[in-house]
């Protein structure tokens, strides 16, 4: 069987290489060729992003929350799999955990490990092996150190306050002279 596309006019066979499903056109196929619907698309999304970028991400968050939620165990469970497998190789694991941290902080993978090399690949307080925890600053957002995790967490407690860091110091010095 051969379809005409309504738009550009070329005739295909009436296949799904060649039309997309739907369920109430001839064939139970679209109108127009998949070339010209792809056009068509990319036109309106095109000019819909030219006139509120804004709204278009946000209905792109919102369609993309609507399919996860739609089906959450499912998706649930997807994400658990995809989880798991990274985690069985190391290698694998440890550059997804590099772009996580990289990708919040704004830095490269290859920027955290210049900061990692700087301390010595340790904690710039305490010094333990492996820091995990990229420090920022939370007024300007920069990037100041690697901590480890309890080291990182206490900085937050206290508020990044210096002086009450310096009073906590002084207590704890105060019961072990």
């Keep these: 069987m051969i379809k005409k596309c309504t738009k550009c006019k070329k005739e295909h066979p ?3 290489e060649f039309f997309y499903k739907n369920s109430g056109g001839k064939y139970g196929l679209t109108p127009r060729c998949k070339s ?7 036109i309106s999304h095109e000019k819909r992003l030219a ?8 209905q792109a968050s919102a369609r993309a929350k609507k399919h996860y939620h739609k089906d959450f165990e499912k998706s649930r469970k997807r994400a658990r799999l995809s989880a798991a497998k990274a985690r069985q190789d190391p290698q694998r694991y440890a550059k997804i955990q590099a772009r996580k ?4 902080a704004g830095l490269t993978p290859e ?3 210049t900061i990692r090399q700087r301390q010595d690949n340790k904690c710039a307080i305490c010094t333990d092996p492996n820091p995990t925890d990229l420090d920022h600053c939370h007024v300007t957002g920069e990037i100041r150190w690697l901590l480890c995790k309890h080291c990182n967490r206490g900085l937050g407690a206290f508020r990044d306050n ?16």
Aim: with cysteine; charged share 30%; aromatic share 2%.
């Design 51 to 58: 006139a509120n970028p804004e709204k278009v991400k946000a």
């Design 36 to 42: 010209c619907v792809n056009e068509d698309n990319k």
């Design 14 to 16: 009436a296949t799904l």
């Design 111 to 113: 920027e955290i490990n």
């Design 101 to 104: 941290r990289a990708g919040g």
């Design 162 to 177: 210096p002086s009450w860091l310096r009073k906590a110091a002084e207590m704890l010095e105060s019961l072990h002279p």
